[in-house]
């Protein structure tokens, strides 16, 4: 997809707008969903502060500004200003829907959900599986029914791709009585993502996706794996929550629970504390200080011994879960990375990648060099296991969905 779409076109078709509401930010992109541009696209970021960050992005230019934005509902009316300003003009742009991604959908939803009071009440039941997203996304909808009363809006849930996942793999060891209770089970993120890049792939190679079982690695600053047999996911690494599982920015993946009762018992924390420091002072960014791999490598280079070793955590892990999928799975036939990381960072890919040829996984390091901004096969000719770069389009999987969603509604 282009995102620097230069043109302000009111597609025949027209248009969809799509909102990711978080804790303190709206990120918003408005989507052409047939030819996949991005007409325009945007953030606010601090909400809630004297000094919130607004940027919109269309036609190749870039709008900044720095001002107060006490809530989510003046940051979405902001953003409306700021496409009267700055274009395009969203009456020629012919929003015809609102998709929402929404982090947790739980055992409600297992796919998107056309929105009407009862599904912004169930999302909103749903927040003590995820008290960081779902109160933020169910404002979001809120705010954008009242901006757009009349533009049929659909959620679109970060764990639907996931509901597909076997009762072994979705099930904690637990006593099955208080998980049932507690609703514990794993839920997966990142789904939209994962189901997108699956199907891009089958797209690309040109075979049937029932036909591929696929490892799928979304590498950015949250990052997850996640094995697909035949385009229906069967196992992934987030869990409950989007702790679990891989080496994050900031967040410490996997994890010996025993090291919760410990810090507990031990370094007087408390839960909230513990929240706090495996969410978002951990991953690379508690072992190094940085959670940017740009900034990490900087830190290798300069010598720093930390750095090295919190890319080292963040690669073993990686195998690891390659290692294991591979057995999930059976017979991988394409391994592909996705997101910040994954798309961009040679470095990484070629660490994950080298010393598998056992395993039917190799790299062509000439093949693998650089950024990608466009699908690209990074194996050799020739190899067992198919190995690419595919650029993800969260935004533009999710304008599609809620498009389809409204037409299966229509019929
Ligand atoms: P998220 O959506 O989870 O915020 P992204 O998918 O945008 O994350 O990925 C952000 C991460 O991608 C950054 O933290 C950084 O580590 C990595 N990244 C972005 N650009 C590059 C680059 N040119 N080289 C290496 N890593 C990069």
Do not use: C, W
């Amino acid at each position: 997809m282009n995102p620097s779409h230069d043109t302000t076109p009111a597609a025949a078709h027209g248009s969809v707008l799509v909102i990711n509401s978080g804790s303190s930010s709206v990120k918003y992109q408005l989507v052409d969903p047939v030819g996949g541009e991005a007409l325009a696209s945007g953030i606010v970021e601090r909400i809630g502060s004297q000094d919130a960050l607004l940027s919109h992005k269309h036609a190749g230019t870039s709008t900044k500004l720095t001002e107060p934005i006490a809530d989510h509902g003046q940051a979405l009316r902001r953003v409306m200003e700021l496409f009267a300003e700055h274009g395009p003009d969203l009456a020629e742009a012919d929003v015809v829907a609102v998709g929402h991604r929404v982090v947790q959908g739980g055992d409600v939803f297992d796919g998107p959900a056309l929105i009407d009071d009862a599904v912004v009440e169930a999302i909103e039941a749903l927040s003590p599986l995820a008290p960081l997203h779902n109160p933020a996304n169910a404002r979001g909808i809120q705010v954008a029914r009242e901006l757009f009363p009349d533009v049929p809006q659909v959620a679109v849930f970060d764990s639907a791709f996931f509901r597909t996942l076997p009762d072994a793999a979705a099930t904690y060891a637990i006593p099955l009585d208080v998980a049932a209770k507690y609703s514990i089970r794993r839920y997966g993120a990142h789904g939209t993502s994962h189901q997108y890049v699956a199907a891009e792939v089958a797209r690309l190679v040109g075979r049937p996706i029932e036909e591929l079982n696929q490892i799928v690695l979304h590498l950015g600053n949250g990052a997850s794996a996640s094995a697909i047999k035949g385009g229906v996911a069967v196992e992934t690494s987030m869990g409950l929550t989007p702790l679990e599982g891989l080496v994050m920015g900031t967040r410490s993946g996997d994890i010996d629970p025993g090291v919760i009762f410990h810090l507990h018992r031990n370094a007087g924390m408390s839960i909230d504390d513990i929240d706090n420091l495996l969410n978002r002072e951990s991953g690379l960014k508690g072992m190094s200080g940085e959670n940017d791999f740009r900034a990490l490598h900087d830190l290798i280079a300069a010598g720093d011994k930390d750095a090295a070793l919190a890319l080292d955590v963040y690669i073993h892990r990686l195998r690891k879960y390659i290692g294991a999928y591979q057995a999930v799975l059976g017979r991988v036939d394409v391994i592909a990375f996705t997101a910040g990381v994954g798309e961009n960072d040679d470095i990484v890919r070629a660490k994950v990648l080298t010393g598998l040829a056992d395993l039917g996984i190799e790299v062509d390091l000439e093949r693998n060099d650089g950024r990608k901004s466009a699908a690209t096969v990074i194996s050799p000719d020739g190899a067992k296991v198919l190995v690419l770069v595919v650029p993800t389009a969260e935004e533009l999987a999710i304008a599609r969905q809620t498009v389809a969603t409204i037409e299966a509604t229509e019929v």
